[in-house]
């Protein structure tokens, strides 16, 4: 349907646009509902633009950009199996007036269009839109730096993607057509701006565009030097580093800012050329080398003249990883072996750098969420700290006794001083801290801490002397910063530590829980958390739920009450600390899951939003239904009491984040019952089977297995009293193997039908599955698809029986059976992955070899040792894992705009179920005994066919299994 580009038009559009501004939910809302719904039509894009560019009304202008570039991120991708979201006309006019318009927009609105059109280059650029390059790099020449600044902007968020894409043969053709129409008049730019500099020097407004221009075009530098060293960029190195060199050296009082927070141009160009000059010391470094003493030069007078301010942290923390990254590579090492050299950078930068300043100080209180970001998952990088670190750990890759030396007595006289009047210098015992972890910890993973560590430094003693006597002083509260550092050292020395010193500091971090300060009480889940997970010989938990069954009371309190600690309404680590708990204690905590099941309800009903946060409380539930129900199976139902109203609420109120969640949960409790399905379960089961819950991604893995859930469980009552529900169950099956992303969800669900439901209920749809299946085959025939058809097959033959398996065939079309044979079965078998899977189809070829007439006396006969021949290369052979190269992209769950993906529970894991297990125990003695039968049938025919056909290799190890079987071929 097309919106036509009229005055009406535009004035409807402007309305709606108005009301989504408003704070009230009941105008703002139906307005958003209505925007959503006439997005699909035709010129819907092009009104929104024709807003942008001629509305009187500015603030209309922003808005129309925002739910331009919102609606070109949502529907622009085209993804395979769904409708193409943009009319192709629509798709051409955007990209015919989009780079004008921006270049043509203020900046607020630039911006958003810039986006947009680099959301639009990732999907078009450079196939479906070649001239997009030569339309940005023509208006360089137009000298105004207003547009020049839109390419330039536009053009880094095109190819910042460069930095941390994976090598290919379409990426170097990529970035090859990006050089070779943006290198050189990117480099005459940069020399022309570099001019105007000089120009300009006493124009402050000037300057700042100037410098603006270029930061984006030192960024450009590093995006497009980033997979290899262009052959342009090689030639022209003289240019760009006599130049990088100038501006670093640069200083110019108009350029300096008073702000002490905020970044200015100066600091942030600066910055940038210190990575660039990283990057080509670590990568080019033999191209660089001319270069590289000159830059040191420059970069280490930088560190030793810029003040402590906030607003020179980034700059600080790149000249110092540029000083990192050269320092550990063999052939510069000779800058720095002076003794004198490492004392003045040990005493200048790294020491300076390692201070706990104020600011760090009022991130620590005040805004505790970004501090344990940065310095807990490491997101830190841009920190003095993390860079001074680094450099440690640079330096001792070759000057490690010296450089340890050094600091040995820095720490020591830290300490001293620390010791003489602890309230007022407590942050010299945290530098010290800092400087040992640096100086101890060579290699780290999140996973296990520190995995090598520095020989000279005796961390045991450390522990025992400095770290232990802060933990245990009475008063959690006092020195928050030195206990939150304590805690860290226990986490990051936890591999190093001896398990008793360990044990001994567990109820000290129980006693933390309690701690007002939120990054304090974090880290004590958090060290409380990596503690439980450590292996110990054997790969059991280090920690037995023995040793910790003294504290199980007061660890499940304190974790429940970190809960309610102002701040930590939400605690992520907190959550995953009591699921952890869970998991390690076990059977211990069955008398406390009556009041911690409603404690999580209760945190289920508040409705919290954090993803993480979210995961780990529904782990935690899953875990209180496991332990409990594998002790005492009949507590099913108490869970069922606590959970079902919160979940009908999530359900009736549509929170697609926990939707999955509740579903996963369901499965869990209903796999518990052993007998029939409880009615309350049966009442959900039609709205299980709604279209709108398939149409979100993120639902599908969850509800197929709620799904096969209610089929193992209540195939009786389904067929006897939902019979009418069927048809709903297989339209589902029919949606998802439509779809190549979703097909084998498809399957998990045809199968579980196949196998449970009472055959006679299901008669009248088998053919109809079939043509299904051979219409998708026929469409798009993928190996992902080949190898769940294969199975589905197989087990279709074990339940039914080989004769219905070829009649369902041949009643679709005549010889059906034997291209499936010859087609798929045979040339495919050999992809099938999986032991249960492989036995399901082992079990099925057997079947069809001995249990199928018209095998042994139809024109189907030649392909009996073929078949046999492949169920040896099946058991024998290694899988054929191997994928067509057009496939490789297609697993890839990649949903467009902001639906949930789903997230599986570890703790909600279903038992891997073995369709065939009572039957069949050893797949090749089934075949040999199935072999023997069938001879005794016809004597004489097996072995002939057998011995005429069959090569060598399979004859003998079919050999080895009837001599296994102790039955021979009569």
């Known amino acids: 349907m097309a919106m036509e580009l009229s005055d009406a038009n535009l004035q409807t559009l402007t309305e709606y646009l108005k009301k989504t501004l408003d704070p ?31 509305s ?88 105004d730096f207003h547009v020049i600044n839109g390419v330039l902007r536009t053009a880094h968020s095109l190819f910042k993607r460069y930095r941390h894409e994976f090598k290919s043969n379409e990426l170097w053709t990529e970035i090859k057509l990006v050089l070779d129409a943006f290198a050189l008049p990117l480099t005459n730019l940069f020399k022309a701006t570099i001019e105007l500099c000089s120009t300009h020097a006493n124009d402050a407004s000037a300057l700042r565009i100037l410098f603006s221009s270029l930061i984006l075009i030192s960024k450009l530098f590093y995006s497009l030097n980033f997979q290899d060293l262009p052959e342009f960029f090689e030639d022209n190195m003289e240019t760009w580093m006599n130049n990088f060199h100038t501006l670093l050296t640069l200083d110019n009082k108009l350029l300096q800012t008073d702000d002490e927070e905020e970044a200015g141009l100066l600091e942030l160009l600066k910055s940038q050329i210190c990575d660039n000059a990283a990057l080509y010391a670590q990568k080019y470094d033999e191209e660089f080398q001319r270069y590289l003493p000159r830059f040191v030069t420059a970069i280490w007078n930088l560190l030793v003249t810029t003040g402590q301010e906030v607003k020179y942290d980034l700059l600080v923390s790149n000249a110092i990883q540029f000083l990192a990254s050269v320092c550990e590579r063999p052939h510069y090492k000779n800058l720095f072996e002076d003794q004198n050299t490492l004392t003045s950078i040990c005493e200048k930068v790294i020491v300076p750098n390692m201070e706990f300043r104020a600011a760090d100080e009022e991130a620590f209180e005040d805004n505790s969420e970004e501090y344990i970001r940065r310095d807990l998952e490491g997101s830190d990088i841009d920190t003095r700290r993390r860079a001074a670190c680094d450099l440690v750990r640079g330096l001792c890759k070759f000057f490690e006794g010296p450089v340890t030396g050094i600091f040995s007595g820095y720490v020591n006289s830290m300490l001293q001083e620390y010791a003489k009047n602890p309230s007022v210098n407590w942050k010299h015992k945290d530098a010290a801290i800092y400087l040992v972890t640096s100086l101890a910890s060579k290699a780290q993973t999140q996973k296990h801490g520190i995995t090598q560590a520095n020989e000279l430094v005796n961390l045991t003693e450390f522990f025992v002397n400095h770290i232990l006597p802060d933990l245990k002083s009475a008063n959690v509260n006092e020195f928050p910063v030195l206990k939150a550092d304590g805690i ?86 907190i959550m995953k600390a009591i699921m952890r708990s869970f998991s390690l204690l076990q059977e211990a905590i069955i008398p406390y899951i009556p009041t911690l099941i409603t404690q999580l309800t209760q945190k289920l009903l508040a409705n919290p939003s954090k993803p993480h946060f979210n995961h780990y409380m529904f782990e935690a539930i899953c875990l209180s239904i496991r332990i409990t129900c594998k002790a005492n199976p009949a507590a099913v139902v108490n869970f069922e009491e606590a959970l079902f109203l919160v979940f009908t609420e999530i359900l009736q109120n549509d929170v697609q984040e926990f939707i999955p969640y509740v579903f996963q949960v369901m499965s869990l409790l209903l796999e518990t019952h052993k007998n029939d399905i409880p009615s309350s379960y049966m009442a959900l089961f039609p709205h299980l089977l709604q279209p709108v819950l398939w149409e979100r991604t993120g639902n599908i893995p969850a509800l197929v297995r709620l799904l096969q859930a209610f089929l193992e469980r209540g195939s009786n009552t389904i067929a006897s009293a939902a019979a009418d529900k069927i048809p709903g169950l297989l339209g589902v099956f029919q949606k998802l193997i439509a779809s190549k992303a979703n097909d084998h969800q498809g399957f998990y669900l045809l199968n579980s039908i196949i196998e449970h439901m009472p055959p006679e209920s299901v008669d009248q749809y088998r053919k109809q599955i079939f043509i299904l299946l051979f219409q998708r085959l026929q469409n798009s025939k993928t190996t992902k698809f080949i190898k769940s058809f294969l199975v589905f097959i197989n087990l279709y033959c074990i339940k039914y029986g080989a004769l219905a398996l070829q009649e369902i065939f041949d009643g679709i079309q005549p010889k059906m059976f034997g291209m499936v044979l010859e087609k798929i079965i045979i ?17 099925g070829i057997t079947k069809l070899l001995t249990e199928c007439p018209p095998m042994m006396d139809t024109e189907y006969t030649k392909l009996w040792t073929p078949l046999l021949q492949s169920l040896i290369g099946l058991f024998e052979l290694p899988e054929d894992d191997t994928i067509p190269d057009e496939e490789h992209f297609i697993d890839i769950e990649d949903t467009p705009g902001y639906q949930t993906a789903f997230s599986q529970l570890a703790f909600a894991g279903k038992k891997e179920h073995d369709p065939v297990g009572q039957m069949v125990n050893n797949p090749k003695i089934h075949l040999a005994q199935s072999l023997h039968k069938l001879s005794t049938a016809c004597p004489g025919r097996v072995p002939s066919m057998v011995s005429t056909s069959l090569n060598a290799e399979a004859l003998q190890y079919l050999q080895g299994y009837l001599q296994a079987a102790s039955v021979t071929l009569l």
């Open 24 to 54: 009230d939910p009941t105008i703002r809302r139906p307005a958003e509902k209505f925007l959503e719904s006439v997005e699909g039509n035709q010129n819907y894009p092009l009104l929104l633009l024709t807003l942008l560019e001629k």
């Open 827 to 843: 040339p495919e078998i050999q992809k099938v992955s999986g032991n249960v899977e492989k036995k399901i189809c082992a079990v």
């Open 488 to 573: 860290k050292y226990i986490m990051i020395f936890r591999n190093q530590v001896p398990k008793e010193h360990l044990l001994v500091s567990i109820p000290l971090l129980i006693n933390h829980l309690q701690a007002e300060s939120i990054v304090v009480h974090t880290y004590a889940a958090h060290a409380l958390e990596r503690l439980f997970t450590m292996r110990g010989p054997n790969n059991a938990t280090l920690f037995t739920a023995a040793e910790i069954a003294p504290f199980v009371e007061i660890l499940l309190t304190n974790l429940f009450k970190a809960l309610t600690l102002p701040g930590s309404s939400e605690n992520e680590y």
């Open 56 to 143: 009187q009304d500015n603030v209309i202008k922003v808005c129309a950009s925002v739910t331009f570039k919102n609606y070109i991120k949502r529907n622009w991708r085209i993804v395979e199996d769904e409708p193409n979201k943009i009319c192709e006309a629509d798709r051409v006019a955007i990209k015919a007036n989009i780079v004008h318009l921006m270049l043509s927009s203020p900046e607020q609105i630039q911006k958003q269009l810039s986006d947009a059109i680099s959301i639009i280059g990732r999907e078009d650029f450079p196939q479906k839109w070649p001239d997009l390059l030569t339309e940005m790099v023509n208006r360089f020449q137009s000298g």
